[in-house]
Structures are given as C-alpha cells and as structure tokens.
C-alpha cells in the first residue's frame, strides 16, 4: 500500500509515462520528489511533493529558549547557515528593541556575504554536475571549501556555524583575518573565472541554459519570487537596498538584473553577485579596521530573553533570496510562535509551471538553478 | 501621509478593519474574515497602498495566549486530552481561536503590512487567496495541513509536508511534542 | 599450420594489450580527472593510484551478484553480454603496427586484413547497442529504459554521419581496407603535409570524431547513462560484474575508435616526415611502428578524458537536431567537395 | 565444411522458429538478430562477404533496431503478447499455406543441385570492387530508382509520424 | 558438401515459418519480424544462386531488398505509431475499423 496517494494519482491518459523522479535520486538536492507525467521526455506536468526532510523546526521553536532555537536555525539552509542565523536574530532583537553595535554589524555583514559566496558557489556547481559539466564544481568547491575554513576557524565550526547572538556577535574577528581575505580573494576571482571560461560562452552550455524555465516579471512576482531568481527575471529588488539592515546603506554595490528568468540568467545573476559580494567584504573590512578595537560587540541583553509580548517579522537578504522570520512572543522565556520564510519555498511550487513543455533535462537544470534547498523547504 | 493613516483611510470606512495594531514598526491589521478577499483587493489595487507582492501566510494557534494569564505553561507538554477540556470559559466569549497571517508588501515603497484574519474552532474556513497571488498555494496547504483551517477556491488542498492520512494537525498548540502515537498509522509496502 | 599459429598468437596478444589498456584507462580517466579539476584522484592503492583498477576489479567480481526481482532474467543477464562481446571482437581489423618479419616469414601486424575492414567495425559496432537496449529493457526500470529508449536513437542517428565520414575517406583511398589506407598515408603531398587522412579529410575527421564520441556514450553524448537525469540510464540496476562488463565494454570501445581514428586519419604508425622504416631492421621497425601507433591512440584515448572533464552535457533534443540537421548534410556536403575534387584532379 | 552449413542452417531455423513462436516480443527481436547472424555467416560461406557486412549493419544494425525502437516506445517492458490470431481460418490457413510452401518446395527441389552444377567461383568474386563494377555499371538504372524508393519512404515515414496527419 | 538444394530447402523452410508467423501472430511488430524473415529467406537464395551460378547479380539484388526492406520498415512502423496513436494497441486485430 502507498502512502502517498499522489503518486497513484490517475492521469487521464495513458499515453504519458509517469516517472518519479526523487527523493532519492542523484540530482535532487536533498530529498525532493517530483512526480513528472513524460510524453516521451516532454514533460506534461510535474508535482512536487516534498516533506520528506521535514522535522518540525517551528515547531520545535516554541518549546526551546530563543538562544536555543540558533543552532536550529543552522539546519535550514544548510549551504549557507550564517545568513540564517542572522535573520533569526535580528527578529529577536527587532522584537526585543535592541539596537546591536556597529562592530557586530560588520562583522555579521562580512560573514554572511561569506556565506552568500559560498552558497553561490555551490549553487553554480551542481547547475553544472546536474548538466554534465563537473570541473567547475571542483574549481569552486575548493574555494568553498577555504571559506569554511575561515568559518572554522572564526567559531569551530564548518557548515552548521551557529554564528552570532542575539545582540552581537560572540567573538571578533581574529587577527589575521586580512592576509587570510586577501589570499582567499584572487583565488576566489581565480576559480570564477575559470567557471565563466568553461561555461559562460560554451556553445552546449548556452544552449542547454538559454530559454529554459523562462519566467516573466510578473509571474515571479505573483508566485512571490525573491533573490536572485527573481533579479533574473528583470526586477531591481535586492533587500540590502531596498530595506537595508546591518549598515548595508553605507556600501556601494551593484545589483544584477537579469531579463528573461531563464536558468542562464540566474547563473549569471549569481555569478555577479559573488563578484559584488567581494567588493561588499572589502568595503566592510575597511570600515571594521576603522573601528576601535575595544568596541563593543554585544549589545545589552539580559541573560534570560524575555522579549515583551508581540509579534514582529524581519527579514534579510540570503543567498537564496528573502528569508524571514516571525517571531511571536508572549512575554515568557520561549517564543511562542515561529515562522520561516525560506526563499525557495516560493520559488519551487511554481516549479510545474516553470518546467511545463520543456524536457527532463531541463527539470534538473530548472532545479538546479532555483537553489532548492530540502532544508529550508521542509523545515 | 504614514501607513496605518492610509490603512484606516481606504479600509475604515467600508468596515474593513477591525483592529489595528503596531509592535517595533510591523504593522498589522484585523480584519473581518469574509471580507478578506475584498481587503486584498483594495490593498492591492489601490495607488496609495500598492501592495503588490504576497510574501508569506501562514497560522497562528493562540489557544495558550487565550488562557487566563497564571496558567502554567507546562500544560502543553502532557497530554493534549485534559488540554482541550479546558476551554476559557471565563471572560464571556474568548477570542477565536486561530488566526492566519498575511504578510504584504507594498514593493514601490518598500512597506510591510501584516494583515489578520481570526478563525473560530467552529468555522474554520478561509477564502483562498490564490486568485490574487499564486503564491499563496503552498503557504494554504501548509496551514490546512499544520492547523487544519481549510481555504475555499484553493485549487489543490492537500497536505504539503505530512503525509496524506496523517492523523493530526501538528502546529497546533494543543499537539504534544513527541506525537500522539502516528507511529501506528504507518503502514509500510511490504 | 604456421599460419593458424600465428593468427592465434595475435589474436590472444592483441586481446590482452587491448583489454591491458582498457583496465589502465580506467585509472587514467580519474587520475586525469583529478588532474584537471585540481585535485589527486585516486591515490591510495598503490603508487599513484595504479593498482585502482585491480581494486575495483577484485570489488565487482567479488560483490553479490543481484538480479531485481521484476527484472525479466534472461534478457538482463544477456545484456552485458551482448554489450561486450562485439565491444572485444572489433579491434579484430584494426592495425596496430606495421609488419614484422620473423624466420623470413612476414607477419603483419594486424589481426585480420580483410577488404571490407572498416565495414566490419560499422557493423560491430552497431551491434553493441542490442546490450544497452536489452539491459534498459530487461531491467523493466523507467530510466532504464528511457536510456536504452536514447541509445538508441542516439546510435541509430549518429552511425549514418559516421558511415558518411568514412564514405569519403574511402572516396581519398579507394579501398575498404584498413592495412591499405594506413600503408597509402606514408610520405607528403602538396611538398609540406603529411600523407596523412586528416589533412586531406579535415572536415571528415570533424565529422568522424563527433560521431565516434557519440557512437561511444561519451559526454556530451552520454545521454545513455546521464547519472544527473535518468540515474545511470539503462545499467542503473545493475551491479557487480554485469555493470563490470558494461563500463568494460566502453573503455575497450574507446580503444577501438581511437585505433580507427588514427589508423584513418593520423597516418597509423608513419611518422611525420620521415620514414623509419628506412632506417630500422625489421624487426625493431616492427615494434618501433607499434609503439608509434600506440602513441597516438593514447593521445585519442586521452582526448576522450579531457573532452569529459571539460565539456557539459547535450539534451537528448539537442542530440539528435545535432545529428540529424548539422553532422548529416555536413557529411554529404564533405562527400560532395571531396567527389568534385576527385573528378577534377583524376 | 558441411559442419558450418548444418551448424549455422540449424541455428538460423531453430531461431527462426523461436521468432515466431516467443511469447514476449523482445526475446523474438533477438531470436530474429540471431538469425541474420547465421544467414550473415551463411554468406560469408557463400562468397559475399560484402553481403554478409551489409546484412548485419543494414538488417541488424538499422531494421531490427528500428523495430526494436518502435517495440519499446509501444510497449510496457512487462507485457506479454497476446496468444495467436483467434480467427480460426487464419489460423489454419497459416500454418497450412507454411506447411505446404515447405514441403512443396522441398520435394520440387529435390535433384536440383543435379541441375545447377556448382562452378568455381572466379577470383575476386563477391569482394567491393567487382561489387560495385556490376553494382554502378548494369544496375545504374535500378540503384537510382531504389534511391528514389528510399528517398520517397523517408518523406513517408517522417509525415506519417506527424502528430496531426 | 553443402548443395544449392541445402540452401534451398533451409531458404524454404525460413520463408515458411515467416508466413506461417506472419499468418498466426496477432502483435504487428511480429508480423513486420515474419517479413524480414521471409525477405532474408528470399536474400539467401538469391546468394545461393549467384554462388552457384558464378554470377555477381545474384548478389547485387540482394542489395535492392535491403533498401525495400528498410523502406518497407520505416513507412510500416510509421504508419504502426501512427495507429497506435488511435487504438493504443498493437494487436492487429483491434485494428478493424477504416477510418478514424
């Protein structure tokens, strides 16, 4: 007997082939599932049918202490837990009135454009397995895998970083954080420019990339796409412009804007991004230096949080696009309610019209391309 | 002019709005449950609130914020049995139960509204919104499958992370931590 | 009785050095993985990784062997089979040296020099595909057959660029033969270039490669076995020495088209410019020539690792406009140039 | 000599049989492919090796794939065919009209060989160029119209498959 | 020693079972299969007589089937999918009615 019934859902004819595609299979990242009707390799229609990573993150916030729901925070976007951590923090502090000091500003700004690197990074390198390209994965990774050990070696940990307080930050930069940055930042321009060289203006690449999943304005922002995604279909819309947070205001960077939607533009669209997001660590570094270096790196907050009763929701521009949290207190020492807006969670159930009439190829390279992150989307 | 001012304008007068409140800057506003589709409409349509952009919906269960204040809080971690006995009867009628959430924004001005509807235990039925914003579709299965509010018009309104006969509703308030035993409903292929 | 004895020995040498070089390009393919992609590859059995293979050979003779239980037995233990045995018997017409004169008796070095030569690979190699179609079917798994569904299409289109190519290569040469073709590629022409078939075929070898590559499962043309898409294609249930066999079979393919390519279009064992064979006794002008040729077939084979490593893969739609609307009427029109160049020049 | 013709005749009618006779429809594919191989190898017996090139890269290699091809795009791979013709008269008329084709020939032919004696084949017979001598010289006119054919059943094929006819 | 009769009775024993497939079986992909093994029993007698006869025509023949054959096969599997696209069958008895 099958539990899910949506895998025995009868389509009307059956002159389709219905495939399962996941949760265990080599390109869902995660454990997604999509159930596709095939006419020969056209896709007729795809369900995704996800949960299959779901833990009850929300849930589980409302029974742990606000300090405590941090390293949960860590599991959502696994490719990129600093981003997470912060958004949940700043929710915290925003609902508790706290203004956090400068220096943990920048220091959260410089870990978290890390971060957004990072995730660029691997989101551009499995686009690239998913089509057959795999040296680029590992001309990436390997810069990836640097950047994580900057993290290491900031608080001890690798993927999951539990970075920050609320309030602060728990520790400064160390010492040599400069000669680290400006040895990791060639070689991070280095591998990029490797990828652009063996993919930009590949002719398979191009044509397996241009027009695919092409999506306009309008629907994205109907289907409430935001990020990079969204960037790719034409719209200015950049939360670290737009609201800015963190002393975003105070640094000049350009935002990438697609055109069409389609998987090519949001490859370049991150692509960019990771060249922005290196001029935005640089400008924040220097602004740092500027800082004494007693200044301070937590804000007051007493031991025990106990915001006042009250519900607020914030956001914050991760890699994958608006991730918010909403934080709902009751005065007591645990929230009262959680919720997340993972970015992807938004961009993937428009997944059957993005992939409706292309081929199987394309799915994956569609998937790909949106950045689904099992993680975040199932909570 | 600010938000809540033009909120009040252009929703006030038709009695579209029941309840407006403010915590750190997020506005959020109440409104009637029937009316919602009209609300969303207005703000979506009208030039001087232009939200255009759904960012997110999701429940609220406020069964522990309903009780009288001394309750201890520790009620919610046995079991849900004797929890859902103890319905405040104390203060007349109790504020409904649930509530759904909708996040806006307006993406001209960058301004954020919360809008709310309440759902009573005994009506829980929403108009979807996924006319309006097709984002929508996955947030109101969401909450049909962790709080059980349905949403009529919702073109698919199945259950989107528990599997399709699971039992429960979990985000509710009233769902203990550790489950309710779904263990036995597992049927597994042989 | 002499002759049969040879015969056999060549064809016992010949099958070992193939299948030798078969095993050693299974290391080679991720030790020149890791070499482009910045990292060691395999490099734990033994010096530099060189006793991988036996590993992995040790691993999958050893492993269960498992039949799915829905699969339909006899046609998905035929498949392996099927995929490798013309895989192992079509070197038989590829040269792999010149000819070695042994007690006064001339040996050449080829298996079998036989006048329709390069037919027979055609049509080997055509056979191949009823081992991936009987595994995808046999496996009764959709990706399976959605892969043996692309192979097949893949090599039914792409053998007809391939026959075409080869058609004006026998248009320069005049014979099927491949000893022959390799023996006419001696010496220059036009004064500087060499005799060779890529210079008086350029646009054939473009052709030939393509199509070679795609005849081969190999990226971009690995539709077949795409892992990203359809898992592993038409060998994603199989295990142990059956998908042994399989990804045996495709590096003993990869041999074969490389000594074809070089026998065809790179001048077999000639060197550029200057004969050797002028200069060598026979007998070391025997393994001289041998070594030459294999020079070159390991620059092909290593073509194909770097051509993986570096290029993405096409779409099955992409494949086939490819075959059908590019590699076709660009092997006709080679025909056409290379027959008004013959009629002129004759 | 004899051995290879009994070994190859008998696999190519053993196969032949099982062609007909296999209840799924891929095992008949292969039953088939095994017999062009037999034929293919009868050929080469029969000085054609050309022939016996073409008859495995044309038939094996081209048709039974192209069959094959059509068999798995129409067919579930678990599918069993369905039982022989239910119509009764085809049914008899079938195996009687195979029946009596193979023993009427049989018994008319008995003594042939008697007639046409077996002459020693020229030097280079069966081999490309005489092949194509007879091939591009008194056939011209057949190859051309056989182009033709082959150029009218490509157009055919590719409209018949339209979706919409 | 093999005879032409050999090769003529094992001709005639292939065309047999072809017509004999060709006339029982109800899968139409068999029956193009009886058809190619009626064609190749015809094929080999054709090479048989040229063999026999020393005469290279024989052969050259045999070369004109295979075009027919491949002709015959891509117009009959085409117009195969193109039924099977009404009745989804390949049952040749389902197929009873002209005109769709």
């Known amino acids: ?379 | 002019m600010d938000l809540k001012k033009r909120v009040e304008q252009y929703l006030g007068p038709e009695g579209l709005v029941v309840a407006m409140t403010e915590c750190q800057g997020d506005l959020s506003a109440e409104v009637p449950k029937k009316n919602i589709l009209d609300v969303m409409h207005l703000l979506r349509d009208t030039p001087d609130l232009g939200f255009n952009f759904l960012s997110d919906v999701f429940g609220v269960d406020n069964l522990d914020l309903n009780k009288p204040k001394k309750k201890p809080k520790k009620k919610t971690e046995e079991g849900e049995g004797a929890e859902a006995e103890e319905e405040p009867k104390e203060k007349g009628p109790s504020p409904p139960r649930y509530e759904v959430v909708y996040l806006l924004l307006c993406l001209e001005r960058n301004e954020r509204l919360q809008v709310k509807v309440r759902v009573a235990e005994d009506d829980m039925e929403v108009d979807s919104l996924y006319p309006i914003w097709k984002a929508s579709d996955w947030p109101e299965r969401e909450i049909f499958d962790m709080f059980g509010i349905r949403f009529k018009g919702h073109p698919n309104l199945k259950r989107l992370l528990m599997w399709d006969d699971f039992p429960a509703h979990p985000l509710r308030k009233d769902y203990p931590l550790e489950g309710q035993g779904e263990e036995r409903h597992l049927v597994y292929d042989d | 009785m002499d002759d049969w004895l040879i015969a056999i020995i060549k064809v016992v040498c010949i099958w070992v050095w193939v299948l030798l070089i078969a095993v050693v390009m299974t290391w080679v393919e991720r030790r020149g993985a890791g070499l482009i992609q910045d990292r060691p590859g395999p490099n734990r059995a033994g010096p530099w990784g060189l006793f991988q293979p036996l590993a992995d050979g040790i691993k999958l003779f050893t492993k269960e062997e498992i039949i799915p239980t829905k699969a339909r037995k006899i046609l998905y233990i035929l498949g392996p089979l099927l995929f490798s045995l013309p895989a192992f018997s079509a070197y038989a017409v590829v040269p792999f040296g010149d000819k070695i004169i042994l007690g006064g008796k001339e040996i050449i070095l080829q298996v079998s020099d036989v006048n329709i030569g390069f037919l027979f690979i055609l049509a080997i190699g055509s056979m191949g595909v009823y081992g991936v179609i009987l595994g995808g079917w046999g496996s009764t798994n959709k990706y399976s057959i959605l892969g043996g569904l692309r192979s097949t299409a893949q090599m039914v289109s792409y053998e007809v660029p391939l026959g075409l190519a080869l058609l004006a290569i026998v248009f320069v040469y005049g014979t099927f033969s491949l000893r022959d073709i390799s023996l006419a590629q001696q010496g220059t022409f036009l004064g500087f270039l060499p005799n060779w078939g890529i210079f008086k075929q350029p646009l054939g070898f473009i052709l030939f490669i393509v199509a070679a590559y795609a005849e081969a499962n190999r990226v971009p043309f690995d539709l077949p076995e795409a892992e990203s898409e359809i898992v592993s294609g038409y060998h994603t249930e199989y295990g142990s020495m059956r998908l042994g066999l399989y990804l045996f079979g495709e590096y003993v393919n990869l041999v074969t088209i490389s000594g074809v390519i070089v026998a065809l279009y790179f001048g077999s064992w000639h060197m550029p410019y200057i004969d050797l064979g002028a200069y060598l006794g026979p007998i070391s002008w025997g393994i001289v020539s041998f070594c030459i040729f294999f020079l070159k077939v390991s620059f092909f084979l290593w073509m194909f690792v770097w051509v993986r490593w570096t290029l993405p893969r096409f779409r099955y739609d992409q494949v086939m406009g490819l075959g059908w609307r590019g590699l076709i009427p660009l092997a006709l029109f080679n025909i056409f140039i290379t027959a008004l160049f013959i009629q002129l020049t004759v | 000599m004899d051995l290879y013709f009994w070994v190859f005749a008998s696999m190519s009618v053993l196969a032949g049989l099982f062609t007909i006779a296999a209840r799924d429809a891929l095992p008949s594919a292969m039953g088939l492919l095994t017999v062009f191989i037999a034929l293919a190898s009868l050929y080469l017996h029969l000085h054609a090796p050309l022939l016996a090139i073409f008859q495995v890269a044309i038939y094996a290699g081209a048709i039974l794939i192209l069959i094959v091809f059509v068999m798995m795009l129409l067919m579930a791979p678990g599918e069993r065919l369905s039982a022989i013709q239910a119509n009764v008269s085809y049914r008899g008329s079938g195996a009687l009209l195979g029946l009596c084709l193979i023993g009427l020939v049989a018994v008319g032919t008995k003594g042939v060989s008697n007639i046409v004696s077996m002459k020693g084949v020229p030097e280079g017979f069966g081999n490309p160029s005489m092949f194509g001598d007879l091939f591009f010289r008194d056939f011209l006119l057949h190859f051309e119209v056989v182009s033709v054919l082959l150029l009218v059943a490509l157009i055919g094929g590719i409209y018949l498959c339209k979706k919409k006819l | 020693m093999a005879t032409l009769t050999h090769y003529i009775v094992l001709s005639s024993i292939l065309f047999g079972l072809g017509a004999i497939g060709f006339c029982t079986r109800r899968n139409a992909l068999i029956l193009f299969m009886s058809i190619e093994l009626m064609l190749n029993a015809a094929n080999l007698l054709l090479v048989a007589f040229s063999n026999f006869m020393a005469d290279m025509a024989g052969q050259v023949m045999v070369l004109f089937i295979f075009a027919v054959a491949a002709a015959e096969v891509a117009v009959g599997l085409a117009i195969l999918i193109g039924l099977f696209r009404h009745v989804r069958e390949v049952d040749i008895t389902k197929f009873n009615v002209l005109k769709w």
């Open chain 1, 1 to 379: 007997m099958n539990q899910n019934p949506t895998s025995q859902t009868s389509y009307e004819s059956d002159n389709y082939v219905t495939i399962n595609i996941g949760p265990s299979h080599p390109s869902m990242h995660g454990t997604l599932r999509i159930i596709t009707m095939t006419d020969g390799e056209t896709i007729v229609k795809a369900e995704p049918d996800i949960g299959y990573l779901h833990r009850g993150v929300e849930k589980l916030g409302e029974s742990l202490t606000y300090h405590q729901f941090i390293p949960i925070t860590d599991r959502l976007n696994y490719c990129s837990a600093i981003p997470n951590n912060v958004s949940y923090e700043m929710a915290v502090e925003k609902l508790m009135g706290v203004e956090v000091p400068e220096k943990a500003q920048l220091i959260r700004v410089i870990m978290m454009e890390l971060a957004r690197i990072a995730d660029h990074q691997v989101c551009i390198g499995i686009l690239g397995v998913d089509l057959g390209a795999f040296t680029p994965f590992f001309y990436l990774i390997i810069q990836r895998e640097e950047i994580y050990e900057i993290f290491e070696w900031f608080n001890g940990a690798r993927l999951t970083n539990t970075f920050g307080r609320i309030g602060g930050v728990d520790a400064d930069l160390p010492d040599d954080f400069e000669e680290r940055w400006e040895e990791l930042k060639p070689n991070v321009r280095k591998a990029n420019d490797e990828t652009e060289k063996l993919l930009t203006h590949n002719r398979i690449w191009m044509d397996r990339t241009i027009g695919i999943s092409a999506f306009s304005a309008e629907d994205a922002l109907n289907r409430g796409f935001t990020g990079p995604c969204l960037r790719a279909c034409g719209v200015k819309r950049d939360l670290r412009i737009d609201e800015p947070y963190c002393m975003y205001d105070k640094f000049k960077f350009e935002v990438p804007v697609g055109k069409n939607g389609d998987v090519f533009d949001r490859y370049i669209v991150r692509m960019i991004e990771m060249e922005e997001s290196l001029k935005i660590i640089d400008q924040a570094y220097k602004l740092y230096k500027e800082m004494p270096s007693d200044a301070p790196l937590m804000a007051r907050v007493p031991k025990v949080i106990k915001p006042p009763a009250g519900e607020v929701y914030s956001a914050l521009e991760s890699p994958n696009g608006e991730l918010g949290f909403f934080v709902k207190s009751n005065g007591s020492a645990n929230p009262y309610r959680i919720r997340i807006r993972p970015p992807c969670y938004m961009m993937f159930q428009a997944l059957p019209e993005l992939v409706k009439g292309e081929m199987v190829a394309d799915l994956i390279a569609c998937i790909s391309s949106l950045n689904i992150i099992a993680g975040e989307l199932d909570r």
